[in-house]
T-cell receptor, first 110, second 116 residues
Framework: NAGVTQTPKFRILKIGQSMTLQCAQD?????MYWYRQDPGMGLKLIYY???????DKGEVPNGYNVSRSTTEDFPLRLELAAPSQTSVYFC?????????FGAGTRLSVL | GQQVMQIPQYQHVQEGEDFTTYCNSS?????IQWYKQRPGGHPVFLIQ?????EVKKQKRLTFQFGEAKKNSSLHITATQTTDVGTYFC????????????????FGKGTLLTVNP
């Protein structure tokens, strides 16, 4: 099992550019999550999904969008990237409350 | 909203010393989970505690869940260099308080460094 796969691993964006961070899981989990992690700040929930077609905002959703067309995939879209979005992004999935994380995407916006 | 606080933020120990990190929630938790994140890595699930007053051990690691289900601790006996990393606690609010039990609130973590 691959678990939770995130692509790309690293990316540098210019201010104002857009990109999609990909996340896929092969564990048939209903719940999926996107977090961002800034140094010393723990994990902050951006968006989450309880199943295909259902998404909801987390703690810090501004500047991001998500979609969940299948159980497996949960992409995170950044529109008009800003320096404040420089962070490490983690996707996670769960069947219950225990979450399984991908390896992360390190994003720099310059 | 629910807040989860962890102390200390950083801890540096000599190899062989013990280490403890504490976690406190502003609301009652239905369970508490602990995750470890190695430097440059991703959070990895360690353990889940569900019952009030529960204590679980994993080799040199001892996890406790408070009687009121609002606090927890992780104690490492005789630290090793392989213990280096950030330890996070996380929990969903008790379903009795109207919260969902699949959304976790994470503490900011305790970064443990070990001097060999």
């Amino acid at each position: 099992n691959a678990g939770v796969t995130q692509t790309p691993k690293f990316r540098i964006l210019k201010i104002g550019q857009s990109m999609t961070l990909q996340c896929a899981q092969d564990m048939n989990h209903n719940y999926m999550y996107w977090y961002r992690q800034d140094p010393g700040m723990g994990l902050k929930l951006i968006y989450y999904s309880v199943g295909a077609g259902i998404t909801d905002k987390g703690e810090v959703p501004n500047g991001y969008n998500v979609s969940r067309s299948t159980t497996e995939d949960f992409p995170l879209r950044l529109e008009l990237a800003a320096p404040s979005q420089t962070s490490v992004y983690f996707c996670a999935s769960s069947k219950g409350t225990i979450q399984y994380f991908g390896a992360g995407t390190r994003l720099s916006v310059l | 909203g629910q807040q989860v606080m962890q102390i200390p933020q950083y801890q540096h120990v000599q190899e062989g010393e013990d280490f403890t990190t504490y976690c406190n929630s502003s609301t009652t938790l239905s369970n508490i989970q602990w995750y470890k994140q190695r430097p440059g890595g991703h959070p990895v699930f360690l353990i889940q505690l569900v019952k009030s007053g529960e204590v679980k051990k994993q080799k040199r690691l001892t996890f406790q869940f408070g009687e009121a289900k609002k606090n927890s601790s992780l104690h490492i006996t005789a630290t090793q260099t392989t213990d280096v990393g950030t330890y996070f606690c996380a929990g969903p609010p008790s379903t009795g308080s109207g919260g969902s039990n699949y959304k976790l609130t994470f503490g900011k973590g305790t970064l443990l460094t070990v001097n060999p």
